[in-house]
């Protein structure tokens, strides 16, 4: 049973225009989320976080809202730029896991020019 | 600064084979992990490492041994490589265990088993 699931595999938006990924989780032990950012035939990069203890946390054109009641959360990016156009993957840990992290399947974002 | 690198970049291989897969990192992390991605998937855990002689299982161990003689390096090996074992690698390390640390990933290498 997948425990982190983003059910879009792929999103489409213009360029200047909000994106959103959600991101829905089944664990009511995670309490650290995390966003990474993956281009082609290269590794994930660390992007944005959110604790448990927050609903809410922002870094530039990136934030990310949590709803622990429905355990959702997504990432906005505003405004989208075509260089954002890559798989954003969710990944949730516990405070039990030693720093492992359980992945989702990944959203593939294309930004139009 | 080199970061995390993995080498090779890419592998063909037969099936029975055995191959390592190497992964070095340049930040003295305390942990270190392995994930294989099969086409369309997410990252799935295969073993991680919270020090030096310190290793454990992930979510997906079977046919694959790691070791850790040295923190700088996390090698993976597949003692007799299978066709499901076809798939992009990623190492990845970590400064501390703690769940708030980001990884920090490597390039990938993708295997190919015939």
């Known amino acids: 049973d997948q425990q982190v699931k983003q059910n879009s595999p792929s999103l489409s938006v213009q360029e200047g225009r909000i994106s959103i990924l959600n991101c829905d989780y089944t664990n009511s032990m995670f309490d650290y989320f995390l966003w990474y950012k993956k281009y082609p035939a290269e590794g994930p990069t660390f992007l944005i976080s959110i604790s448990s203890i927050k609903d809410k946390n922002e870094d530039g054109r990136f934030t990310v809202f949590l709803n622990k009641s429905a355990k959702h959360l997504s990432l906005h990016i505003v405004p989208s730029q075509p260089g954002d156009s890559a798989v954003y993957f969710c990944a949730a840990s516990a405070g039990t896991n030693a720093g492992k992290s359980t992945f989702g399947d990944g959203t593939t974002l294309t930004v139009k020019p | 600064d080199a970061g995390i690198t993995q080498s090779p970049r890419y592998k063909i291989t037969e099936t029975g084979r055995q191959v390592t897969l190497m992964c070095h990192q340049t930040w003295s992390h305390s942990y270190m992990f392995w994930y294989r991605q099969d086409l369309g998937h997410g990252l799935r855990l295969i073993y991680y490492s919270a020090a030096a002689d310190i290793t454990d299982k992930g979510e997906v161990p079977d046919g694959y041994v790691v070791s850790r003689s040295k923190t700088e390096n996390f090698p993976l090996t597949l003692e007799s490589a299978t066709r499901s074992q076809t798939s992009v690698y990623f190492c990845?390390?970590?400064?501390?265990?703690?769940?708030?640390?980001?990884?920090?990933f490597g390039d990938g290498t993708r295997l190919s088993i015939l």
């Open positions: 990845a390390s970590s400064e501390s265990g703690h769940r708030n640390q980001p990884q920090h």
